[in-house]
């Protein structure tokens, strides 16, 4: 163990913290959406098997690397495998994943910031659904409010981790995650009690083999492993750095288990926000920015109480974010610490200034710089950015973590797995080896092609 490791003040504040970075926007405007779409609870079930058998051993990868380096993923390669120099530069991988998902995960979280000031103030009550629409297209074509709503997420993901660990990400995050659930078992509250709410639930969580078989069951499984790939944001060490501020009470087995079955709680819960309200109101519920910028508050116009129960979705979908947002910027500080041994202090202010800047493009793309686009017609650089990390570096990076923990020309099968079950709780079966040195590999590799096609074919 390093000397001088911040270490976290609770379990209970890992558990929040891992999740909050989890836990983030995929969970409210694309898991509900694709559940309906592929059968309700048949797809759920899918779901949960993928998550265990995808999702779930990532993770426990990523928190034992980290726990056993006592670093940052930029570091712990050169700790655990100190004479394999290719895999000492593979820890680049985590400082570039969190940058790019930060340079347009920062625009979209100030949307959110946006939109929670202009609920609470009551700019969006009254508007007809046109008008709505409107307002969010408003929105996209100012520079200055993506901009300065740019800057205010940036400001307060920096300033939350300067703080250090204990005294500021910890515990702010931990506030945040408790304020996200209470807020959000009201809005379920409140949308499971519409008139007209038990059509939306019917269709959202009961079986249906018939919409299952209409859109394709191989479609049905490849949305299933991509949902329970990318909800964890595994493959760029994001949760490397929590394993490294834990001690070795408990197996990180158990601990991964907790943390997606909080992931999916609060994936499943948004369902039963969006399709009771939906249905009740004869909205069709759609996936993407669209669900929750026009949908939605043209759903919370029609409700009683509309802006009050705006103002507590739009706040709910801050803390989503911005947990996020701050859990990804403490990966980025932590490597300029672990890597290039800078202070913390030192740290945030570089890194907050170069993340703003190179944030911008992505906050400008949608007005001063709408004619750039990169990926062929309509398309902007938030498009780009996603396709770089989404279909490239989190594939390649959760390759990486497979085969390094796995084999023995990296860290190596029984180390990793001396390490996943150190402590008590639940532990990682050894006969799993087969299963996560070669048919893991492959099934990351699969997402990987197939995101290529479904991108360009």
């Given at each position: 163990m390093s000397v001088g490791r911040e270490r976290m003040g609770s379990r209970l504040g890992f558990l929040l913290l891992s999740a909050g970075c989890a836990i983030g926007l995929g969970n409210v405007?694309?898991?509900?959406?694709?559940?309906?779409?592929?059968?309700?609870?048949l797809f759920v079930c899918m779901y949960a098997a993928c998550l265990l058998l995808l999702g779930g051993p990532l993770l426990i990868?990523?928190?034992?690397?980290?726990?056993?380096?006592?670093?940052?993923?930029?570091?712990a390669f050169q700790v655990l495998s100190p004479r394999g120099e290719r895999w000492h530069r593979c820890g680049l991988i985590s400082l570039v994943g969190s940058y790019l998902l930060m340079m347009f995960y920062t625009t979209v979280c100030g949307w959110m910031l946006y939109y929670s000031w202009a609920t609470m103030s009551g700019q969006l009550s009254g508007l007809k659904p046109e008008e709505v629409g409107a307002f969010f297209g408003g929105l996209l074509a100012s520079p200055s409010a993506n901009v300065g709503c740019l800057a205010l997420t940036v400001l307060i993901g920096f300033s939350v981790c300067a703080l250090g660990l204990r005294r500021g990400v910890e515990p702010?995050?931990?506030?945040?995650?408790?304020?996200?659930?209470?807020?959000?078992?009201?809005?379920?509250?409140?949308?499971?009690?519409?008139?007209?709410?038990?059509?939306?639930?019917?269709?959202?969580?009961?079986?249906?083999?018939?919409?299952?078989?209409?859109?394709?069951?191989?479609?049905?499984?490849?949305?299933?492993?991509?949902?329970?790939?990318?909800?964890?944001?595994?493959?760029?060490?994001?949760?490397?750095?929590?394993?490294?501020?834990?001690?070795?009470?408990?197996?990180?087995?158990?601990?991964?288990?907790?943390?997606?079955?909080?992931?999916?709680?609060?994936?499943?819960?948004?369902?039963?926000?969006?399709?009771?309200?939906?249905?009740?109101?004869?909205?069709?519920?759609?996936?993407?920015?669209?669900?929750?910028?026009?949908?939605?508050?043209?759903?919370?116009?029609?409700?009683?109480?509309?802006?009050?129960?705006?103002?507590?979705?739009?706040?709910?979908?801050?803390?989503?974010?911005?947990?996020?947002?701050?859990?990804?910027?403490?990966?980025?500080?932590?490597?300029?610490?672990?890597?290039?041994?800078?202070?913390?202090?030192?740290?945030?202010?570089?890194?907050?200034?170069?993340?703003?800047?190179?944030?911008?493009?992505?906050?400008?793309?949608?007005?001063?710089?709408?004619?750039?686009?990169?990926?062929?017609?309509?398309t902007c650089f938030l498009d780009l950015w996603d396709f770089l990390l989404s279909y490239n570096m989190l594939p390649f990076g959760a390759l990486v973590f497979s085969l390094f923990c796995c084999h023995r020309f990296g860290w190596g099968w029984e180390n990793f797995l001396k390490e996943a079950n150190a402590g008590s709780g639940a532990g990682l079966p050894s006969w799993l080896k087969p299963y996560m040195q070669y048919v893991l590999p492959l099934i990351v590799l699969l997402l990987f092609v197939q995101g290529y096609i479904s991108k360009f074919f």
């Open positions: 405007w694309r898991f509900p959406y694709i559940t309906g779409e592929y059968g309700g609870a990868m990523e928190f034992a690397v980290g726990r056993a380096a006592q670093r940052n993923m930029g570091a702010v995050v931990k506030w945040m995650m408790a304020g996200l659930l209470l807020i959000m078992l009201a809005l379920v509250g409140r949308a499971v009690t519409l008139p007209g709410a038990g059509e939306g639930l019917a269709f959202y969580l009961m079986p249906d083999m018939e919409r299952l078989a209409g859109n394709g069951v191989w479609a049905a499984l490849n949305a299933a492993m991509g949902q329970a790939f990318f909800t964890l944001g595994l493959g760029v060490g994001s949760m490397t750095i929590f394993g490294s501020y834990i001690g070795r009470e408990r197996s990180l087995t158990g601990e991964a288990l907790h943390i997606m079955g909080l992931d999916t709680f609060v994936a499943l819960m948004a369902g039963l926000i969006i399709f009771p309200a939906c249905f009740a109101f004869g909205v069709k519920a759609d996936a993407g920015p669209g669900l929750v910028f026009v949908t939605l508050p043209n759903v919370f116009n029609s409700m009683g109480g509309g802006r009050f129960w705006g103002s507590l979705f739009f706040l709910f979908m801050s803390f989503a974010a911005l947990s996020t947002v701050i859990a990804v910027v403490e990966n980025i500080v932590s490597y300029s610490m672990d890597v290039w041994q800078w202070r913390r202090g030192k740290a945030c202010l570089v890194n907050g200034l170069a993340l703003f800047l190179l944030s911008l493009p992505c906050a400008l793309g949608f007005n001063v710089w709408s004619g750039v686009e990169p990926l062929g017609k309509g």
